[in-house]
Structures are given as structure tokens and as C-alpha cells.
């Protein structure tokens, strides 16, 4: 009786092991090394999944973490353009998108979730395709309409992004040493960056140019590089040029006047504010000055104004034969050669003085007669 209550209790703790694993056959005694093996494979999936170009995903906030989710029909759309990586799975490779996706939720590799705002803000026509904040949804069930899952295990980092994370910090250090490099060097650097810094100004300025123009003429949103300033973007995206669709609807048209107005006005005060070409040149001399300051500055530069700058050590005994000296010497000999520089130049000035006024007298003199 004990040995038929123990196999009973081994029976109960298999059947409730498969049913947690998402079997589906709970009655049936599978090993432990096949049911770790079969949920190996799922975690392979996933991570291959995840880490495929084709499957559309975002990024958002679920509950004051950011997590990285796709929505119910891109992930049917996507298993249905790439069978291949069904095989990963093997024996249950045949199994449709949505049972997969259900294995995935028992397994806890998926979480399915909703949206936290579900009404249409004011100005727009429908929700927003993809929320930045989620929520999770009560029955974890996968479905194709209106459906957000995100991935709850953590991505494996690539070897580039290892290989960063060791850079940086050189990266840190080697702009710190930017004064020590050679002027060559930081020439190179210096019209490296501004080239590379008046390029994404001038493309700003050039993207927001042609956005008023449209605004105002055609009453149009159009952005190209869309995704420029996005922050959780990957570099396809980032750079890509042909703006979305605009979903929102057309301005009115005195918002367009309101516009076109206040922009003529801001070209007005920026070209009667503009600074005149002598407080250009003083301008681009001051920042030249400051530029060349940087670039010609050294270390032994540095050490040697350090030297000058130090005091000279007087001996005690010779400043007291100095002093012993001065007091032999005669008054007009004591006298340093300073102070009668001095008086020589204000007796020339009182004399220039006084001949000014005497041609001035003449002059006045002259102009009576």
C-alpha cells in the first residue's frame, strides 16, 4: 500500500508538471530531460524570433519598465512569410501561429498585453498603432485583433554591443587627453566634428524648413526623416527618408495664417537683430583666438609658464648687504632711475601743454583780427 501510494504521488506531481509546460497530453509520463529539452527549443524560438529584422516591434513602458512588444497579426503574418523557422521547434513544427503563440504565453516567454489609453485623443481619428504604455491583459491568450505581447525574458547581448560596452570608457579617457595629442591630430578632430555638427544642423534646419512650407501652403504634415530624432529606433529606421502617412486631420486655415504670420514676423526681428559685419569680424577673430589657444597648447608650454610664474628666492644675507649699500650711497645717487624717468615725462607733458594753449591763444587772436 505505501509503494502504490508513493506511485501515485509521483503520477499526481508528472501530470501537474505537464499541464504548467503547456503538454498536451497531462496523463502522459514524459521525462524530465525531454520536457527540459522541448522547452530549450521554445526559448530558442523566441530568442531567434525576436531577434529577426522582419518582425515589426516597439518599444514601451509596462509597468514602470520598458519592455519590447509586437502586435498579434505581425507575428502571423511574420511565421507565415518565414515557415523555416518552425523547424526550430521540431516535433511541433506543424502546429499553427496561434498554438505556437499560446505555448509561448504558458511558457512565460510572451506576456499578452493592452493599451492603457483606450480613447481617442482630441485631433486624432483612431488610436495610435503602437502605445507607449501598456498594461497586462487579463486572459493570456493570444488573439490578432487589438493585441500587444511582449517578451519577458532578457535578450542576449550581442558581441558588438560587448565590445562598446569595453570601448567607452577608452572613448572617455581619449577625449579627455584631447590636449595632449599632436596638432595634427587635433586638427583632424576638430573639422571632423564640425563637419559631422554642421551636417545634422543643416539637415534639421532643411527638415524643418520644408515641414512650415507645407504646413502653411498645403495645410500638410510631412516630415521626411521621421525618425531622426527618435529615441528607440534601430539604424534602418533611423535613416529612413519618405515621411508616414499623415493620419491626423488638416489644419484650419487660420491656424495656417496664425502661422505664416508669426514666421514672417521671426524673419523680421532675426534680420533686423542680425549683427553688422564689424561685429561679425569681432565675432569670428574672438572665436578664432580661442580655437588657436586650444590647438597650440601643449604641456611643456604649460610647465614652462608655470616656471616663470614662480617667485625668485632671495638670499637674507645679500638683501641685507643691499640695503647696507643703499644707505651709503647719496641721495641723488638713491634715487631710482624710475622715478626720474617719471619726472622727465612730466615736465615734457606740462610743456606741450603750455605751448598748446599758446597756439590756441594765437589762433583765437588771429580770428578777431
Not at 10 to 19: D, H, M, N, P, Q
Not at 44 to 62: Q, T, Y
Not at 64 to 74: L, N, P, Q
Not at 228 to 233: D, F, G, K, M
Request: net charge neutral.
Amino acid at each position: 500500500m505505501k509503494k502504490s501510494g508513493g506511485a501515485e504521488k509521483k503520477r499526481v506531481r508528472r501530470s501537474s508538471a505537464a499541464i504548467q509546460n503547456g503538454s498536451r497530453d497531462p496523463n502522459s509520463d514524459t521525462p524530465p530531460r525531454k520536457q527540459a529539452a522541448q522547452k530549450d527549443v521554445y526559448q530558442l524560438f523566441a530568442e531567434k524570433v525576436r531577434d529577426h529584422k522582419d518582425l515589426v516591434s516597439r518599444w514601451a513602458v509596462l509597468q514602470e519598465t520598458r519592455v519590447e512588444y509586437f502586435r498579434g497579426k505581425d507575428f502571423v503574418s511574420f511565421l507565415r512569410n518565414h515557415p523555416e523557422l518552425k523547424d526550430i521547434l521540431e516535433s511541433d513544427k506543424n502546429l499553427e501561429a496561434d498554438d505556437i503563440a499560446n505555448a509561448l504565453l504558458r511558457k512565460n516567454l510572451l506576456a499578452r498585453c493592452d493599451r492603457v489609453v483606450k480613447t481617442v485623443r482630441p485631433g486624432k481619428k483612431k488610436l495610435s498603432t503602437w502605445p507607449a504604455h501598456l498594461e497586462i491583459f487579463q486572459d493570456q491568450i493570444f488573439s490578432e485583433v487589438d493585441a500587444f505581447f511582449a517578451w519577458t525574458f532578457v535578450k542576449r547581448r550581442p558581441l558588438w554591443q560587448t565590445l562598446l560596452s569595453f570601448f567607452w570608457p577608452v572613448l572617455t579617457l581619449a577625449i579627455c587627453l584631447f590636449p595632449v595629442y599632436p596638432h595634427r591630430c587635433k586638427i583632424l578632430i576638430l573639422y571632423s566634428c564640425a563637419g559631422v555638427l554642421a551636417l545634422i544642423l543643416s539637415l534639421l534646419l532643411v527638415r524643418a524648413t520644408v515641414f512650415g512650407a507645407l504646413y502653411i501652403v498645403l495645410g500638410k504634415r510631412v516630415w521626411f526623416f521621421p525618425n531622426i530624432l527618435a529615441e528607440e529606433a534601430t539604424l534602418r529606421e533611423l535613416f529612413r527618408f519618405w515621411p508616414k502617412k499623415d493620419e491626423e486631420e488638416r489644419p484650419k486655415w487660420t491656424t495656417r495664417l496664425f502661422y505664416a504670420v508669426v514666421a514672417v514676423l521671426v524673419i523680421l526681428l532675426l534680420r533686423h537683430h542680425a549683427p553688422d559685419e564689424a561685429a561679425r569680424a569681432r565675432y569670428q577673430k574672438r572665436v578664432s583666438n580661442i580655437i588657436d589657444d586650444v590647438l597650440e597648447w601643449s604641456p611643456r608650454l604649460a610647465l614652462s609658464g608655470m616656471m616663470e610664474k614662480q617667485p625668485t628666492v632671495i638670499n637674507a644675507t645679500e638683501q641685507n648687504d643691499s640695503f647696507s649699500d643703499a644707505g651709503k650711497t647719496s641721495p641723488e645717487e638713491g634715487v631710482p632711475p624710475s622715478s626720474k624717468v617719471e619726472e622727465t615725462d612730466t615736465e615734457q607733458y606740462e610743456a606741450e601743454v603750455i605751448e598748446n594753449v599758446e597756439d590756441a591763444d594765437q589762433h583765437r587772436h588771429d580770428d578777431l583780427i
